[in-house]
């Protein structure tokens, strides 16, 4: 029993990612698709198979070569794409003189191939095709006998015919006497559907193989790569979690996100429930954000950090699921408690911080990051003081800011951030949006952004929060509380870290308003509009508080117009 895999195409339903990813490689809980069929033939007892390749194929290749399976793999590579009977003809020579097993690389099943192929074994036509019933797929025609009449049906063919067939879905699973070769011309591309017709022509018969109660879909679409993601994955982590998958149905509530494209889902059954965060499809070979937060939340949780325990991933469809915080974060938590309380919980939120800062930072990769990896010169100017003028000033504002008007303002203040960090560890959103409380206890989250930085820029964000508008006293309480903290557990330069922390907390509320500004104006996301103010008078105060009238004075003119346009309500602040 030998076995053909059908790995050359180009997937160009599945593009842009198929342009770097071919699409048997596409994953499912980690696995490629082509080592799931790989296993699968083995199973049913293969002793060899074939696949041949074409798109990408030096990374099919490469990933078969970092494989070891107990039967022998042969790649027939085409220079030139031949289509499915081409392939067959090509690779006739490895596939022998007995029937063999003939399957699509994109199709995800628990069909099994041993019994498809000893119910070819128990009849004299020379080709069996596996069917089954897909109402939005079915196109292939049979008689009630379960002979193949005829291929690529489509519905309006269907009602002119009007005939007594019935209509089913090729599942790209099929057996092949060695003769077949005989229907195919050699050396060129050829459709398997050609072949076939030419066969039914000479008076020859397909045979329809129907499998009960079986999983079958193929991957061909984004929609559809992402159902068969879903349909293997989501029994597999309740199976992990509580050990068994739920016996009442499972429940999916969508949750409401932030600032972030990601989808996010609650799945429940009774009192089992997970969350799935849905990052969309990353075919791309640099990381992406899905890739960030699963390699930093996983560091994280093993350091003993406060984050919730991601249980399954798969990185390239971005699906992750993770433990359930529940609903309450620390910004509805902040309006419902009283000061004691708040402040205690805040203290908690400091502590875990300073922790989080020193053990994330063991052992902690560069590579894991997304954008950049260490909050450098770059990531300042770019993604924080041109998104301030970009973004906030003259995208949503309307204004004509020049970069060259601040841009002085922006080296000094970037140089003078990086001069001053005491660095390990640091979240990059540290907000009350993005710190969970549950039963009493903190928990961080959307810790993607993750990377080696300073301390004094995660204070800064929890401290000017405008979510929250902590009260002055309660941030110089912190402020202190965080340098006390850090104190007893490194060596801390007490005028570094004031020094810092001002810096920080500028291009802290820069980030906060060009994220603002591209969430209400571009993404029309107008949640985010009340927020505007109170961090736009958090940033005036702090530039005139922290800094003389000497320093950044192009930066602090401009704030000025724009806090003055706010007050005269020149700019509908939402």
């Known amino acids: 029993m030998k076995a053909m895999i059908l790995a050359a195409g180009f997937g160009t339903r599945l593009q842009p990612h198929t342009n770097f990813m071919p699409k048997p490689l596409f994953t499912i809980a980690g696995q490629s698709v082509l080592d799931m069929l790989i296993e699968s033939l083995i199973v049913a007892g293969c002793e060899s198979i074939v696949i041949n390749t074409h798109h990408l194929?030096?990374?099919?290749?490469?990933?078969?070569?970092?494989?070891?399976?107990?039967?022998?793999?042969?790649?027939?590579?085409?220079?030139?794409?031949?289509?499915?009977?081409?392939?067959?003809?090509k690779a006739a020579h490895l596939l022998g003189d007995h029937p063999f097993l003939l399957i699509n690389g994109d199709i995800v099943t628990n069909i099994n191939f041993k019994s498809v192929y000893e119910f070819h074994l128990g009849h004299d036509y020379p080709v069996t095709l596996v069917l089954l019933n897909d109402p939005q797929l079915n196109s292939v025609s049979c008689d009630?006998?379960?002979?193949?009449?005829?291929?690529?049906i489509a519905e309006k063919q269907k009602q002119d015919i009007g005939s007594q067939d019935r209509y089913y879905t090729f599942t790209g699973i099929q057996v092949l006497d060695p003769g077949i070769s005989q229907w195919i011309p050699s050396e060129r591309f050829y459709n398997s559907i050609?072949?076939?017709?030419?066969?039914?022509?000479?008076?020859?018969?397909?045979?329809?193989?129907?499998?009960?109660?079986?999983?079958?879909?193929?991957?061909?679409?984004?929609?559809?790569?992402?159902?068969?993601?879903?349909?293997?994955?989501?029994?597999?982590?309740?199976?992990?979690?509580?050990?068994?998958?739920?016996p009442a149905s499972i429940q999916w509530h969508q949750l409401a996100g932030d600032g972030s494209d990601r989808k996010w889902y609650r799945l429940s059954s009774g009192a089992f429930s997970?969350?799935?965060?849905?990052?969309?499809?990353?075919?791309?070979?640099?990381?992406?954000?899905?890739?960030?937060f699963i390699s930093i939340g996983k560091h994280l949780y093993q350091q003993g950090i406060p984050v919730p325990?991601?249980?399954?991933?798969?990185?390239?469809?971005?699906?992750?699921?993770?433990?359930?915080?529940?609903?309450?974060?620390?910004?509805?938590?902040?309006?419902n408690d009283n000061q004691t309380n708040v402040t205690k919980l805040y203290e908690t939120v400091v502590d875990q911080l300073?922790?989080?800062?020193?053990?994330?930072?063991?052992?902690?990769?560069?590579?894991?990051?997304?954008?950049?990896?260490?909050?450098?010169k770059q990531l300042i100017l770019e993604h924080e003081c041109r998104y301030f003028v970009d973004a906030f000033l003259n995208d949503y504002l309307g204004l004509d800011v020049k970069w060259e008007q601040l841009e002085d303002d922006f080296f000094k203040l970037s140089n003078n951030t990086l001069k001053y960090s005491i660095n390990g560890f640091m979240h990059r959103d540290f907000q009350s949006r993005n710190i969970m409380v549950k039963d009493g206890r903190v928990f961080f989250i959307d810790f993607q952004g993750g990377r080696m930085g300073p301390i004094q820029y995660d204070l800064a964000s929890l401290i000017i929060d405008p979510y929250v508008r902590l009260p002055f006293v309660l941030r110089e309480h912190l402020k202190n509380y965080c340098r006390n903290k850090l104190s007893s557990i490194i060596s801390l330069n007490n005028e570094m870290f004031e020094k810092g922390f001002?810096?920080?907390?500028?291009?802290?509320?820069?980030?906060?308003?060009?994220?603002?500004?591209?969430?209400?104006?571009?993404?029309?996301?107008?949640?985010f509009r009340a927020y505007i103010p109170p961090a736009l008078h958090m940033l005036s105060n702090n530039l005139s508080n922290f800094f003389g009238n000497k320093q950044f004075e192009p930066l602090k003119k401009v704030v000025e117009t724009v806090v003055g346009l706010f007050t005269t309500k020149k700019i509908n602040s939402g």
């Open 57 to 89: 194929a030096g990374r099919i290749t490469g990933f078969l070569q970092s494989r070891i399976y107990s039967v022998p793999i042969f790649i027939s590579n085409e220079t030139k794409i031949l289509g499915t009977g081409g392939a067959i003809k």
């Open 144 to 152: 009630d006998r379960g002979f193949v009449k005829d291929f690529q």
């Open 194 to 246: 050609d072949a076939y017709r030419r066969l039914l022509a000479s008076g020859e018969s397909i045979k329809a193989f129907f499998p009960k109660n079986t999983y079958w879909i193929d991957i061909g679409t984004e929609s559809r790569y992402k159902q068969a993601c879903i349909d293997q994955m989501v029994p597999e982590v309740f199976r992990q979690v509580y050990g068994k998958v739920p």
């Open 274 to 292: 997970v969350i799935l965060a849905d990052h969309g499809i990353h075919g791309q070979r640099e990381t992406s954000e899905a890739r960030a």
């Open 309 to 335: 325990e991601i249980y399954l991933h798969d990185t390239l469809s971005g699906l992750v699921f993770l433990e359930d915080l529940g609903n309450v974060n620390l910004q509805q938590q902040f309006f």
């Open 354 to 376: 300073c922790e989080m800062f020193v053990k994330g930072a063991r052992g902690f990769n560069p590579s894991w990051t997304y954008q950049t990896p260490r909050y450098n």
């Open 502 to 527: 001002q810096y920080c907390s500028i291009t802290r509320n820069l980030q906060i308003l060009g994220a603002f500004g591209f969430l209400s104006g571009k993404k029309k996301k107008l949640f």
